[in-house]
């Protein structure tokens, strides 16, 4: 027998689908959502919907922003000649929060990861090439891959692919813990690793 009816049911397994999210949490933001004003329940639908629809990639560093491009690379005062490359915009955010940071990023939007099927055309590697053709300004590729072992093996990827060209390459130092992720380090740590960096 089903607990629940099959809107509820449905609603739950949408939310349990969601990253973190268990079959408890779920029923309980499932529960919590049926108990808020319909006004409430409109403006969470529609901020899901409207973010979906008005997020794009930014057409410079491939962040996800609402406009053609983000604010960061629209800032003249960043230097431009300095490219940090992270996996993810959750990545370019902790870097952003500590605020020591003053050039730009590229976000590869994942990781090459050949176990699961990822290679180098699933991720924004492409981009980055054209942007450093078209860039002569870059001196300096720092990447901030997380280090664990696919964060690794991107890092040796992209710095093979990129060195010919005669652009320093570098990789922030490892005094970030194995495997974990970028996000989750505190504010000191990724900036010892940010200026611990190593010519790769
Ligand atoms: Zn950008």
Redesign the pocket.
């Known amino acids: 027998m089903e607990l629940y009816s099959g809107e509820i049911n449905k609603l739950i397994s949408e939310l349990a689908a969601l990253p973190g999210i268990g079959s408890k949490s779920a029923q309980r933001m499932a529960f919590h959502i049926l108990n808020l004003p319909h006004d409430r329940v409109k403006m969470l639908s529609d901020a899901i919907i409207n973010a979906k629809e008005n997020v794009k990639y930014?057409?410079?560093?491939?962040?996800l922003?609402d406009g053609d491009?983000?604010?960061?690379?629209?800032n003249t005062k960043r230097d431009h000649g300095l490219i940090m490359v992270v996996e993810n915009p959750q990545d370019m955010a902790a870097y952003e929060k500590v605020g020591k940071y003053d050039g730009?990023?590229h976000?590869l939007q994942g990781v090459l990861s050949p176990m699961n099927g990822i290679g180098p055309a699933d991720i924004r590697l492409k981009e980055l090439i054209v942007r450093l053709e078209t860039h002569e300004e870059v001196r300096e590729v720092i990447i901030a891959t997380n280090s664990s072992a696919e964060g690794e093996a991107t890092a040796m990827y992209i710095s093979k692919l990129i060195k010919p060209a005669g652009i320093k390459v570098t990789r922030i130092a490892s005094g970030v813990p194995v495997g974990g992720d970028l996000e989750n380090i505190d504010e000191v740590t990724l900036f010892r690793a940010y200026e611990g960096r190593v010519e790769l």
């Open positions: 930014c057409s410079e560093c491939c962040t922003t491009i983000c604010p960061v690379c629209a730009v990023y976000v």
